[in-house]
């Protein structure tokens, strides 16, 4: 999902001295700093959600609701001060908006680690805003306004149609993909550990890829699973490259994808095959 991040930035923040919008094409945010320092936050923040894969319309609702988009305001909230401390950062190291420890930096790595935290095959939203704020109810009051803020972004660009991550079945391809894995086999090698193992490694792949890419699970023997991914091998190329966080992707001259994880653990060759289809293979090394 491609936002255009300083027109909807500009959407939210908008002072009333612009006039007001009868379509309610704009928010009027209150803010807490001025207008400069506050949509400089706001477009950090949007980044970071699409460096980090998260969904933008909920992500600058956090910081909002958190912040006000002001950064004296972030360095008095506890759960910033805790975040800082939780990444090593210390002093005034969060002074400027851009700066490794700024909260609207941090909160991103943070929220990204608990939506996906439990390797569960859904990745739930609303867990784990409850666990980043701490409160049930604000973490109700962020899904509110996120909506909110989606329902102001198509408004202006009307070819936008928001996908909540709040709902469920957000993507019934993998939903039946589980199912089929989840259902008794007709053969005795295959055991709960191997349905857990490829369990998680569909998950990473659709973490990965993103919503949208069809992964059909092939041979089951432990130690050789294989992964049918029905994308393109740019498409894949693109994908993978665009996460630019702890990994390195590259292209062979064969048409062969090799995404190598930075902690050298884990290893997924993307390999060409007939009909449009990528066979995906992770390769794991235990140290």
Not at 121 to 142: C, E, G, M, Q, T
Request: hydrophobic share 35%.
């Amino acid at each position: 999902m491609i936002i255009k991040i300083l027109s909807f930035c500009a959407a939210l923040l908008a002072p009333e001295s612009t006039g007001l919008d009868p379509h309610g094409r704009s928010l009027h945010l209150p803010l807490h700093q001025d207008f400069n320092t506050s949509y400089s936050a706001c477009i950090i923040t949007a980044k970071q959600a699409r460096k980090y894969n998260i969904d933008p319309f909920v992500a600058t609702a956090l910081m909002y609701k958190t912040t006000k988009f002001s950064p004296k305001l972030a360095k008095r909230k506890k759960i910033f001060r805790d975040l800082r401390a939780e990444y090593g950062c210390a002093g005034n190291s969060d002074q400027f908006i851009r700066s490794s420890c700024s909260p609207f930096m941090l909160y991103a790595p943070k929220l990204a680690s608990l939506l996906h935290k439990n390797r569960r095959l859904k990745v739930d939203y609303s867990r784990a805003l409850r666990k980043f704020l701490r409160n049930r109810r604000d973490a109700k009051i962020v899904k509110n306004m996120s909506a909110r803020f989606a329902d102001v972004y198509t408004r202006t660009h009307t070819y936008f149609a928001w996908k909540s991550p709040f709902l469920k079945h957000e993507d019934p391809e993998l939903d039946s993909l589980v199912e089929d894995l989840r259902k008794p086999q007709p053969y005795d090698h295959f055991n709960r550990r191997i349905q857990n193992e490829m369990e998680q490694n569909i998950f990473m792949l659709s973490e990965l890829l993103g919503f949208g890419c069809k992964i059909e699970a092939k041979h089951r023997m432990r130690g050789s699973p294989e992964y049918h991914v029905r994308l393109s091998g740019q498409e894949i190329y693109n994908r993978l490259a665009k996460r630019n966080t702890n990994m390195r992707v590259k292209e062979h001259a064969d048409g062969v994808i090799v995404l190598q994880f930075f902690d050298r653990r884990h290893k997924i060759y993307f390999i060409p095959h007939h009909g449009g289809i990528y066979i995906a293979k992770i390769h794991k090394q235990n140290f």
